[in-house]
């Protein structure tokens, strides 16, 4: 959470100077001038208002936060734009006649949040491979997280992904985490627990909690509970797995952790250590690990597990701030596959997202992982 916090606050500073700094922009336009005549103080109130119609129809499309990620992002564009041109004109020893710099920027920022809606708001297949020396033969593990239901697709949306996932033949299905969310309605999250309930592995569907399931604010604004959400998930063949394991026949366990946030006073929860949760799991079992934010890396590795899956990052969402979480020190990681010693860990980017309609720094999916071990 402290990292959202952090961006949230970083995102409402860029918001004022974005306000600023493209009502200096649009002024600049050859409409804007002429409308204005002479006057200055015109050319400013005529490039405010632009940056308020943008603002509103934004808000009215989509919503106040990807209106903020819009404008935020295209005076970071009108920025670099205008940097450049002012270098050119230098080298050229040239004067400004048109502003030209300032609809490359408009061009260029839309065709790069085109580019991020498209990437968020379609789902492609993310594929892993990994061996073990432990007994357990070929397993194939499908994972998704973050799903966030409402926000690119609602609860009968994600059964056209389940049939997807059907197609893969899974032995395991796991959900790391964020399934729901504030603002997911009860029926949206009644309809994806039956999407759930229709797919088909060999060793079931397990799910760890993730820091929104649980919902922020009060259960009347979802209409339902945290117990509400653990009943439909149960009712549809999902295990529901928190500080909790279960041992399945091909020498595989499945722990599913407490969500971090539980840590938080305002949760008055608990989470156990992995050590705690290992131990007396015997070491030739493979050992995978869900566990939905990517921040206990070191002792997850100490303790001995073979597999760590997480989502939470949405793989860094949108450049340049892709990153941030690891730079702040709230995510170990933010991407894809690493090892350390004997243990990997997966970070999916997450099938949906939280709110924004836009990721330029990633794809949605979900991810196939195909284990190889001994017979």
């Not at 949040?113 to 594929?127: D, H, P, Q, R, T």
């Not at 061996?131 to 949306?157: C, E, M, P, V, Y």
């Not at 539980?262 to 050992?287: C, F, H, P, W």
């Not at 990681?333 to 990997?344: A, F, L, N, R, V």
Request: hydrophobic share 40%; proline share 1%; aromatic share 8%.
């Amino acid at each position: 959470m402290g990292m959202w916090i952090v961006i949230l606050l970083v995102a409402i500073v860029m918001l004022g100077a974005g306000v600023v700094y493209m009502t200096v922009c649009f002024s600049r336009f050859s409409l804007i001038k002429k409308l204005a005549g002479e006057s200055k103080k015109k050319e400013k109130i005529f490039g405010l208002l632009c940056v308020a119609v943008l603002g509103t129809a934004l808000c009215l499309v989509f919503s106040l936060v990807n209106a903020v990620i819009v404008i935020v992002n295209l005076m970071l564009f009108f920025i670099i734009a205008n940097i450049i041109a002012f270098a050119v004109r230098k080298a050229l020893k040239k004067e400004r006649r048109l502003y030209i710099e300032g609809g490359i920027a408009l061009i260029l920022c839309a065709v790069y949040l085109c580019i991020g809606y498209f990437l968020a708001n379609n789902v492609w297949e993310k594929n892993y491979t990994l061996s073990t020396d432990k007994s357990t033969g070929n397993i194939r593990i499908i994972q998704l997280a973050d799903s966030h239901i409402g926000t690119t697709f609602d609860g009968k949306g994600l059964g056209k992904y389940v049939d997807e996932m059907n197609e893969k033949d899974p032995d395991i299905v796991v959900i790391t985490g964020d399934f729901v969310d504030d603002g997911t309605m009860k029926q949206d999250m009644i309809d994806a627990c039956a999407a759930l309930g229709r797919l088909k592995t060999k060793q079931g569907v397990y799910f760890c909690f993730g820091n929104h399931d649980k919902g922020y604010y009060s259960n009347e604004q979802r209409g339902y509970t945290k117990d509400d959400l653990e009943a439909e998930l149960e009712k549809n063949g999902v295990t529901v797995l928190e500080d909790e394991l279960v041992f399945l026949d091909n020498n595989v366990c499945i722990i599913g952790r407490a969500d971090k946030s539980e840590e938080l006073e305002n949760r008055n929860g608990s989470r156990k250590s992995i050590a705690e949760l290992m131990q007396g799991v015997d070491k030739s079992a493979y050992t995978v690990v869900l566990d939905h934010q990517p921040n206990d890396y070191t002792a997850e590795a100490e303790a001995g597990a073979d597999l760590v899956l997480s989502g939470h990052t949405h793989g860094g969402q949108m450049l340049p701030i892709n990153r941030i979480g690891e730079l702040i020190g709230a995510n170990d990681y933010t991407y894809g596959h690493k090892t350390i010693d004997s243990t990997d860990f997966i970070i999916t980017s997450g099938i949906s997202d939280w709110e924004i309609a836009f990721k330029t720094g990633c794809k949605s999916e979900y991810v196939v992982i195909d284990i190889e071990g001994k017979r």
